[in-house]
């Protein structure tokens, strides 16, 4: 998440039981493991988010 630093607010890691993982941008969930019945794939959450938040930021 660090490409788009510039314009993130807050981020919350916010513990759940039964292997749950789920994460939310702008309060709109956009993975679910347990609706997926899947982990993400590598750079799949970071892709979600991209198409969301636009390209990443370029750091100087």
Do not use: Q, Y
């Not at 969930?29 to 993400?40: T, V």
């Amino acid at each position: 998440m660090n490409a788009w630093a510039p314009i993130i607010e807050d981020v919350s890691l916010i513990p759940a039981g039964k292997g749950r993982f789920e994460v939310t941008l702008d309060g709109e969930l956009i993975f679910s493991k347990a609706e997926l019945g899947r982990h993400a794939e590598p750079g799949e959450v970071k892709a979600l988010a991209a198409e969301r938040r636009g390209p990443e930021i370029p750091r100087d």
